[in-house]
């Protein structure tokens, strides 16, 4: 049996950005030119006038500000209002690809490490392009690597669950180092016409490096002391979007075929289970919360962890304890947490514990107990 490193992480951000106020200049169009077109029937009762948006409410609901995108153009234009992300040719690199070799070549090069070193490749994510060929294997085949890749879906936990498969091959010898991948286009499955959830995501894509402890020659190596994982079925966040659809024509374009969630449930039920099962964690491998640096929490809305961490510690959290980068990034499913890690981890002294701890649909939990080398 092998210990175990993370060793590299990349971040793929994208170019573009879009303010709260941008968000809600477009929905607010939209919202006028519904209630317009929709008067006489509004008037009647027979159709809900639509209600405004605001920046404040997006801000104070979830604490994001802005949100990285892969297209801007079309989620503001208020007739099409979703990314507008042409159809490549299958000998073109796909947009999930062209994300994920961008943030794994970062992480090779902080790992000081290259293809050659690398034996397998996972992308785990929520928001897969295709059901197949793997994009794994295409990155694979991209980066120039040797070996296996496969694709997994764990919602926003695809992370953290890919990370546990990706040290048990290294800890078993299974492969010397594993790229964990998690491009994520979350904005392809957010409905921007509904008012509780159209501010809600952000595209972004990383990359973590695990290898074998005995190999790694990193200056930014964290061991992984432990990993734990935790399923529990929920229908509070579901998208029914799937190949099946085409065989059902009465849902097509109906709103599960895109995000849609029960907000309040899910902050009510996953906030204490999180808590608990980092808690857990940590009393299983004889440490205290006391001993936590640092938590690079799953960045989906701010109160959530907020109260996680209040939960745990029993106090508020300092800023340095709980890392934020929901208001710049938003929510980038499996993404947010490794986003935390990669831009939160270099000021940690030698021997400082820190979790890394993703949550979401599923519902899906997933913890991995990290000491900086």
Sequence with gaps: MHNVVISGTGLYTPANSIS????????????????????????????????????????????????????????????????????????????????????????????????????AVIVACSNLQRPY??????????????????????????????????????????????????????????????????????DAATAVLVERADLATSEHQFDIVSTKLLTQFSNNIRNNFGFLN??????????????????????????????????????????????VKRFWLHQANLSMNHLIVKKLLGRDALEEEAPVILDRYANTSSAGSVISLHTHQDDLPKGALGVLSSFGAGYSIGSVILRKR
Excluded: W
């Design 246 to 291: 085409r065989a059902a024509e009465e849902g097509v374009g109906a709103p599960d075929k895109l995000f849609v969630q029960e907000g309040r449930k899910v902050f009510r039920e996953v906030c204490p289970m999180v808590a608990e099962l980092i808690g857990q964690h940590l009393s299983e491998n004889n440490l205290n919360v006391s001993d």
């Design 20 to 119: 709260n106020e941008e968000l809600v200049d477009s929905f607010n169009a939209y919202v006028t030119q519904f209630n317009a077109d929709n008067a006489e029937a509004i008037a009647r009762g027979e159709v809900e006038a639509l209600a405004e948006s605001s920046a404040a409410f997006i801000e104070k609901a979830s604490g994001i500000k802005s949100r990285y995108v892969m297209d801007k153009d079309g989620i503001l234009d208020p007739q099409r209002m979703r990314p507008r992300l042409p159809e490549r040719s299958n000998d073109e690199q796909s947009i999930l690809c062209q994300m994920g070799v961008a943030a794994a070549e970062q992480a090779l090069a902080r790992a000081g490490r290259t293809a050659a070193d690398v034996d």
């Design 133 to 202: 060929p793997a994009v794994a294997i295409e990155i694979q085949q991209a980066l120039g690597i040797k070996g296996f890749g496969f694709d997994m879906n764990v919602a926003c936990s695809s992370a953290t669950f890919g990370i546990q498969a990706a040290s048990n091959s290294v800890q078993l010898g299974q492969a010397r180092s594993v790229l964990v991948i998690s491009p994520e286009i979350c904005t392809g499955h957010l409905n921007f016409r509904d008012r509780d959830s159209h501010f809600i995501f952000g």
